[in-house]
Protein backbone atom coordinates (compact mmCIF):
# COMPACT_ATOMS: atom_id res chain seq x y z
CA UNK A 1 0.00 0.00 0.00
CA UNK A 2 1.48 3.41 -0.56
CA UNK A 3 0.25 6.42 2.27
CA UNK A 4 0.69 10.11 1.02
CA UNK A 5 0.38 13.04 3.25
CA UNK A 6 -0.21 16.49 1.98
CA UNK A 7 1.19 19.80 3.10
CA UNK A 8 1.36 23.29 1.65
CA UNK A 9 -1.98 25.29 0.86
CA UNK A 10 -4.06 27.80 2.47
CA UNK A 11 -5.55 31.60 1.98
CA UNK A 12 -3.73 33.70 -0.98
CA UNK A 13 -5.13 36.86 -3.02
CA UNK A 14 -5.82 36.51 -6.50
CA UNK A 15 -2.40 36.94 -8.50
CA UNK A 16 -0.53 34.45 -5.91
CA UNK A 17 1.56 31.41 -5.69
CA UNK A 18 1.26 28.69 -3.39
CA UNK A 19 3.22 24.81 -3.36
CA UNK A 20 1.30 21.44 -2.91
CA UNK A 21 3.41 18.86 -1.40
CA UNK A 22 2.13 15.56 -1.59
CA UNK A 23 4.79 12.70 0.48
CA UNK A 24 4.31 9.24 -0.62
CA UNK A 25 5.61 6.20 1.74
CA UNK A 26 5.22 2.12 1.79
CA UNK A 27 5.33 0.84 -1.69
CA UNK A 28 6.04 3.69 -4.06
CA UNK A 29 7.94 1.82 -6.61
CA UNK A 30 4.11 0.37 -7.62
CA UNK A 31 3.14 4.09 -7.84
CA UNK A 32 2.87 4.68 -11.82
CA UNK A 33 0.84 7.91 -11.99
CA UNK A 34 0.85 10.74 -8.99
CA UNK A 35 -2.36 13.46 -9.81
CA UNK A 36 -3.44 16.35 -8.45
CA UNK A 37 -7.34 16.90 -8.18
CA UNK A 38 -9.66 19.39 -6.74
CA UNK A 39 -12.88 20.19 -5.10
CA UNK A 40 -15.06 22.97 -4.95
CA UNK A 41 -18.37 23.70 -2.68
CA UNK A 42 -20.55 21.91 -4.66
CA UNK A 43 -19.17 20.42 -7.26
CA UNK A 44 -17.94 17.02 -8.22
CA UNK A 45 -13.51 16.06 -7.73
CA UNK A 46 -11.84 16.88 -10.87
CA UNK A 47 -8.55 16.53 -12.16
CA UNK A 48 -6.32 19.62 -12.16
CA UNK A 49 -3.01 17.62 -13.40
CA UNK A 50 -1.59 14.26 -13.50
CA UNK A 51 2.43 13.16 -14.30
CA UNK A 52 3.33 9.39 -15.04
CA UNK A 53 6.44 7.50 -13.92
CA UNK A 54 8.06 8.54 -16.96
CA UNK A 55 7.07 12.50 -16.84
CA UNK A 56 4.17 12.61 -18.77
CA UNK A 57 1.87 15.49 -17.60
CA UNK A 58 -1.69 16.30 -18.57
CA UNK A 59 -3.08 19.55 -17.07
CA UNK A 60 -6.98 20.68 -17.21
CA UNK A 61 -7.37 23.63 -19.53
CA UNK A 62 -8.44 25.65 -16.26
CA UNK A 63 -4.80 25.39 -14.63
CA UNK A 64 -2.89 25.55 -18.15
CA UNK A 65 0.04 28.05 -18.34
CA UNK A 66 -0.60 28.54 -14.54
CA UNK A 67 0.23 25.18 -12.37
CA UNK A 68 3.14 22.47 -12.96
CA UNK A 69 3.44 19.25 -11.45
CA UNK A 70 6.50 17.76 -10.30
CA UNK A 71 7.96 15.03 -8.73
CA UNK A 72 10.90 14.30 -6.89
CA UNK A 73 13.13 11.04 -5.52
CA UNK A 74 11.58 8.17 -7.82
CA UNK A 75 8.10 10.14 -7.06
CA UNK A 76 8.23 9.44 -3.50
CA UNK A 77 7.46 13.23 -3.19
CA UNK A 78 5.11 15.20 -5.42
CA UNK A 79 4.50 18.97 -6.28
CA UNK A 80 1.29 21.07 -7.35
CA UNK A 81 3.48 25.08 -7.74
CA UNK A 82 -0.13 27.10 -8.32
CA UNK A 83 0.85 30.64 -10.04
CA UNK A 84 -1.54 33.30 -10.97
CA UNK A 85 -4.16 32.11 -8.80
CA UNK A 86 -7.33 32.98 -9.12
CA UNK A 87 -10.59 32.99 -6.77
CA UNK A 88 -12.07 29.99 -8.69
CA UNK A 89 -9.23 28.07 -8.06
CA UNK A 90 -10.66 28.02 -4.61
CA UNK A 91 -10.68 24.43 -3.32
CA UNK A 92 -9.47 21.08 -1.59
CA UNK A 93 -7.02 19.89 -3.02
CA UNK A 94 -6.11 16.46 -2.83
CA UNK A 95 -3.18 14.33 -3.96
CA UNK A 96 -3.61 10.65 -5.49
CA UNK A 97 -1.18 7.63 -6.36
CA UNK A 98 -2.67 5.08 -8.88
CA UNK A 99 -0.87 2.03 -9.54
CA UNK A 100 -1.77 -1.43 -10.98
CA UNK A 101 -4.04 -2.92 -7.99
CA UNK A 102 -5.37 0.10 -6.00
CA UNK A 103 -5.48 4.03 -5.40
CA UNK A 104 -4.09 6.15 -2.39
CA UNK A 105 -5.53 9.36 -1.45
CA UNK A 106 -3.88 12.12 0.81
CA UNK A 107 -6.27 13.96 2.85
CA UNK A 108 -6.94 17.12 1.44
CA UNK A 109 -5.84 20.47 1.97
CA UNK A 110 -7.55 23.87 1.80
CA UNK A 111 -6.45 26.27 -0.80
CA UNK A 112 -8.69 29.63 -0.94
CA UNK A 113 -7.80 32.65 -3.20
CA UNK A 114 -9.26 36.05 -1.92
CA UNK A 115 -10.23 38.20 -4.96
Known amino acids: QVQLVQSGGGLVQAGGSLRLSCAAS????????MAWYRQAPGKQRELVAS???????VYADSVKGRFTISTLNAMSTFYLQMNSLKPEDTAVYYC?????????WGQGTQVTVSS
Open 96 to 104: KSSSLSYDS
Open 26 to 33: GSIFRINI
Open 51 to 57: ITRGGST
